[in-house]
């Protein structure tokens, strides 16, 4: 099947860019997920919608898997090729097209980088809100399909908040163009909100048509330290109770406060429990005002500390233990797996509670740290691939969490995405119906299941 | 999740020697110090933890040159660790093409900067390129004799080498360079070195040894320093380490500097030679007072990077570990001692000054040094220090990979070149000497006038100009 779609790509497409020696291949064998690996048939570099949609005509015609991958970063492994596949790498269609001012929109390549997107927006004094830890290399279809999220959730939402329209290649290899400049359209179904998140299973996005929003004139940060887990949810709670919406709203648990400070230095109490790192931005009177509130709330709930930066470099300096979290959990140990474990704001103090209990009960390493303000965690295991034992009880734990998640009323992840790394824990997390649903739609729109197949859930 | 399929728990923590060892220390010509016993294993024998520690997230992609020009995974970071992990599990050999791959990587260590998860890069790559040299997948007769002469013959014998420089001065003192480049003698050469050639670079009538004196102190010194004058900077740049010796002692140092010094094997470390490495480490070694000294001084980014590993490099050496590990915790680059002993500013009226600064990769990204050899430049009255855009980006320079890798390299010194030209200075400072010919040659190639200077060789003239005054 390969063999006659290498002939047919080759004959028709011999000007795209093609891996096929084993010393190519091996590097995209795996993205940025622990533990999983396989190897493509053939890796391609489309760079135009016109070459992915010939390309996935080849494929259909010839049964061959189409896997798609931006710049391999994804932390659930939904762009690692499956047996047998063919790797579309969009990483050569990175151009923006167009920044349009009076519209507030930016249209780029899928291939775009994440942060140059950015950039691009705030040459024009704009914003582009969705910041995931990978931005420096994520590209935007990337994002588009994983629906990233970042730091900024809690105030400014996630990817699909800013998608307003999506060129996309169907498994056809028709290309379609969903959604448009207009703040409002409800002409039809919104086929765009589909493909979001749809993790390459539905169709290649090839161009994104995204929102922009004035750049905030300022911003202030602060950072209290806790000694009860409890003080810092409460403090977290009466922030949003006192009708304050910080920016970023992020959290570090006693594990990993204890990891940076082995690490960083940063200066840390290493008996707090909890620290929390506050953002604020906007138009400076009101930033000002929210600053000041939320220290006065932090002191009120217990906070053992509260710093206020003045300067920008302070600033930085505050935000130097949230930076360096996860590299200084990366260090400990050789395997890192960052989970994503999500519940609802109110529920965060038991959610974290449990994660820390469960990793006592099973002898894990879990340092747990995340967006507080949108209730997503990130509870990273600390182990070692290759002693099997552990593995086994990095598994149970990690079903145990994802459970407890899902009776809190959460989710199994909340911005990393199902891929292959939470296939099996997916029913847990929606009922029969609703996957039954999700796969009605994707036979609708790849009948034949060429497009990223087993990815999510088996068709 | 699914847990890896790896059959066992592998931490083997004394890499053994291999068969093929015994023919590379019978090719170790130049080496005739004791103990030249192999303690280095392959890709296979390495802390199978160290590779592990590679969660190929991508963090370096963004910061990798290869990377960055080609977009492939091959050529970048976690890509190549990919591969030598294949090679240590047995499901791939150590073939031309991972040969080819490690020596198109710049050993540049932005990767290292980038990395959340703190994987010794640099390390691995000098392991890798061990490997291959001893696969002899690179293999071929001209390669080999090259190698030979070069990292073998020349590179180990101090004298020789000089003898070299002093053949590179004649050749342009004399006015031979002249009449060759004159009469268009390049075209002789083979495509691949006619560029070599222009880009010679000037040897110094001067060595070290001539211009520094082997004990220079003055009047109540409070520390006690050792000084490492290099080999290719004793060469082409020896004035820099005058310079250096004259900083250290404006900072009351008394400085010690052996007359003959051997390289200390960074090229070789660098380049699949940790045998020969390891011998030049001891020998360096020993031309030192170690005990009596408070730190041995460089002032080569690419040189001070290498000296620092001498600790691992001799680890499984029972004659040598203390005494390497030892040096490793002594050994300071010189912005970086003057930092911790808080630099004397010069007494002198302030002349307007424009620089900006490179930042060698083996100072910034090797040595993570980035914030002293700024406090050394601001320290100079009148200095205004304009930062370079892309400071840490490679300018191609990374050892001899302009010989080995002449399109890319000259790719990144062009880009290197048309930042500093952004800043509108007239002078660029940096701390390496391959980093030093790269610009000045970049400078030429744009037709443009360019002052490359050492930052120490920038202090000493401002303590220099003080004693005129005073």
Not at chain 1, 104 to 113: C, K, S
Not at chain 1, 421 to 440: G, P, Q, V, Y
Not at chain 2, 196 to 205: K, M, S
Not at chain 2, 305 to 334: C, F, M, N, P
Request: hydrophobic share 40%; charged share 20%.
């Amino acid at each position: 099947m390969t063999a006659k779609f290498k002939s047919l790509a080759a004959a028709q497409f011999p000007h795209i860019a093609r891996l096929e020696e084993k010393e190519d291949l091996i590097p995209y064998s795996f993205d940025g997920t622990a533990t999983f690996q396989t190897m493509p048939d053939l890796v391609l570099f489309p760079t135009s919608a016109e070459e992915v949609a010939g390309l996935v005509k080849n494929a259909g015609e010839c049964g061959v898997p189409v896997v798609t991958r931006g710049s391999g970063t994804g932390l659930s492994g939904g762009s690692i090729p499956v047996e047998g596949s063919v790797v579309l790498c969009l990483s050569k269609m990175n151009r923006i097209l167009e920044v349009d001012e009076k519209n507030l929109t930016l249209l780029a390549e899928a291939g775009a980088i994440t942060l140059d997107v950015a950039t691009a927006a705030e040459k024009a004094g704009l914003f582009y809100p969705p910041d995931p830890g990978s931005m420096k290399i994520s590209t935007i279809g990337g994002n588009v399909a994983e629906n990233s999220g970042g730091l900024r959730g809690l105030k400014y939402g996630v990817t699909k908040d800013y998608v307003m329209g999506l060129e996309v290649v169907l498994a056809s290899g028709e290309v379609i163009f969903t959604g448009n400049k207009c703040v409002k359209d409800v002409a039809g179904y919104s086929l765009r909100d589909l493909f979001i998140g749809s993790e390459g299973t539905l169709g290649i996005v090839t161009k994104v048509l995204l929102k922009l929003i004035p750049k905030p004139a300022t911003r202030r940060t602060l950072m209290a330290v806790f000694a009860t887990m409890e003080s810092a949810a409460e403090t977290v709670s009466a922030i949003i109770a006192a009708k304050i919406i910080p920016c970023t709203l992020e959290f570090l648990d006693a594990v990993t406060i204890n990891c940076v400070e082995d690490f960083a230095k940063v200066g840390l109490p290493r008996d707090a429990a909890a620290i929390l790192l506050i953002e604020t931005d906007g138009h400076p009177a009101a930033v000002a005002e929210e600053a000041d509130r939320m220290a006065e709330l932090a002191r009120q709930h217990g906070a053992t500390s509260v710093q206020v930066a003045e300067t920008a470099e302070q600033a930085s300096a505050l935000a130097t233990a949230r930076r360096a979290a996860f590299s200084s959990l990366a260090r400990v140990a050789p395997t890192t797996i960052l989970e994503d474990a999500t519940v609802p704001r109110s529920e965060l103090a038991k959610m974290i509670r449990f994660i820390q209990e469960t990793g006592q009960r099973h002898n894990l390493k879990i340092g747990t740290f995340g967006h507080m303000g949108d209730g997503n965690l990130h509870p990273t295991f600390l182990t070692n691939e290759r002693n099997h034992e552990e593995m086994h009880r990095v598994e149970l734990a990690m079903k145990e969490i994802f459970d407890f998640a899902v009776s809190l009323g959460g989710t199994i992840t909340g911005e990393h995405g199902v891929g292959l790394a939470k296939k099996e824990f997916l029913k847990a997390a929606t009922s029969d119906l609703n996957l039954e649903i999700m796969r009605r739609m994707k036979s609708a729109f790849d009948p034949a299941g060429i497009l990223n197949p087993r990815k999510i859930f088996n068709a | 999740m699914s847990p890896a399929k790896e059959s066992e728990v592998h931490t083997t923590q004394n890499p053994r020697p291999t068969s093929l060892d015994v023919g590379s220390s019978v090719l170790n010509v130049g080496c005739s110090g004791a103990g030249s016993h192999s303690t280095h294993g392959g890709l296979k024998d390495l802390d199978y933890s160290i590779l592990q520690q590679c969660m190929h997230c991508g963090m370096c992609l963004p910061t990798c040159p290869t990377y960055d020009a080609t977009k492939m995974e091959r050529n970048s970071p976690r890509g190549r660790i990919s591969l030598m992990r294949a090679i240590a599990d047995g499901k791939m050999d150590a073939t031309r093409t991972f040969g080819e791959e490690m020596y198109f990587c710049l050993g540049c260590l932005a990767c290292e900067t980038a990395c959340p998860a703190g994987v010794e890069y640099g390390h691995l790559f000098e392991v890798a390129r061990s490997e291959v040299e001893k696969s002899g997948a690179l293999n071929n007769p001209r390669r080999n004799a090259i190698r030979s002469v070069l990292l073998k013959g020349l590179f180990t014998r101090p004298r020789l080498l000089r003898l070299v420089g002093r053949g590179l001065w004649f050749y342009q003192a004399s006015g031979a360079q002249w009449i060759f480049r004159t009469l268009k003698l390049n075209a002789l050469l083979p495509k691949k070195f006619r560029n070599l050639e222009t880009q010679t670079p000037t040897a110094r009538a001067t060595f070290s040894c001539d211009i520094i004196r082997p004990v220079e102190a003055h009047a109540a010194p409070r520390h006690r320093v050792g000084m490492l004058t290099g080999c290719v900077q004793d060469i082409i740049l020896s004035d820099v380490n005058r310079d250096t010796v004259d900083v250290l002692l404006a900072n009351g140092c008394e400085v010690h500097t052996p007359k003959v010094q051997v390289c200390c094997g960074s090229l070789h470390a660098h380049n699949g030679e940790l045998e020969t490495a390891s011998d030049l480490a001891r020998r360096l070694i020993d031309s030192f007072d170690l005990e009596n000294l408070d730190a041995i001084i460089t002032n080569a980014a690419g040189c001070g990077s290498h000296l620092k590993t001498y600790g691992r490099l001799l680890e499984g050496d029972a004659a040598y570990s203390k005494k390497a590990a030892q040096w490793s915790v002594k050994l300071k680059d010189i912005h970086e001692f003057l930092s911790e002993i808080g630099i004397r500013q010069p007494q002198t009226t302030a002349t307007p000054h424009r620089v900006t600064y490179h930042e060698a990769c083996h100072l910034c990204h090797g040595q993570k040094i980035t914030k002293q050899p700024r406090e050394v430049l601001k320290s100079i009255p009148g200095l205004e220090l304009v930062e370079l855009p892309e400071s840490t980006w490679c300018c191609g320079s990374a050892g001899i990979y302009n010989i080995t890798q002449p399109e890319m390299a000259a790719d990144l010194q062009e880009r290197k070149l048309k930042n500093i030209l952004s800043t509108g200075v007239d002078t660029v400072a940096t701390a390496n000497p391959g980093c030093h010919l790269q610009l000045v040659d970049g400078a030429r190639r744009a037709g443009r006038t360019l002052e490359v200077a050492h930052p120490i060789s920038l202090l000493a003239m401002a303590y220099r100009a003080e004693k005129v005054v005073g």
